[in-house]
């Protein structure tokens, strides 16, 4: 399978550029991305809301690929994400609305049927499994910015962390392959 292309201009000899690197050049950045990655790690864990139980402070995580000096921190996994949801309403916000809420017949014959078919299309519903149908509105929720917000800006972070790594490793690149 072909690499999806990038739309980053260069990023084709940036990759060869780090094929090349040494692997001891390659472990000093991926440990300056740990670290980088734990303070990110820490700050967002500070700001974030904290509940009755703090599983959105505990959901977020960090992990770093050496092989491809990638650095991914927040909530990482469809797992994670699915549990956790209800983050991405509070780092975004939500706009007041109004929902049509259904609401099913939980009693007797049918609720055992319900829950069998829990898993099926809502529509393949009976009809008289539907009790009701009502309006509700919901309040608006202004962003709380925890994982995406100024504290965690990667520029910052990285820009102090990797400028001597970079130059050390780039250096080094250049002297093997004999270029300018």
Excluded: C
């Excluded at 100024?150 to 080094?172: E, I, M, Y």
């Amino acid at each position: 399978m072909a690499r999806p292309r990038s739309r980053v201009r260069g990023a084709k000899t940036f990759r060869r550029i780090l094929r090349g690197m040494p692997d001891a050049m390659r472990n000093e950045l991926a440990g300056e991305m740990q670290q980088g990655g734990a303070e990110l790690l820490a700050a967002m864990r500070s700001r974030a809301p904290r509940g009755a139980t703090g599983k959105l402070a505990s959901g977020l995580t960090a992990k770093v690929y050496p092989r491809y000096l990638r650095l991914r921190v927040g909530y990482i996994g469809k797992r994670v994400n699915s549990r956790l949801f209800y983050a991405r309403i509070l780092e975004f916000g939500r706009r007041a609305q109004t929902v049509s809420v259904s609401r099913l017949n939980k009693g007797g014959r049918q609720a055992w049927r319900s829950r069998i078919r829990a898993r099926q299309a809502r529509l393949s519903r009976k009809p008289h499994d539907l009790v009701s149908v009502y309006q509700l509105r919901v309040k608006p929720l202004a962003p709380r910015r925890f994982v995406y917000g100024p504290l965690t800006n990667l520029r910052v972070v990285f820009g102090r962390r990797l400028r001597g790594a970079w130059d050390r490793a780039l250096k080094s690149i250049a002297g093997a392959n004999g270029n300018d």
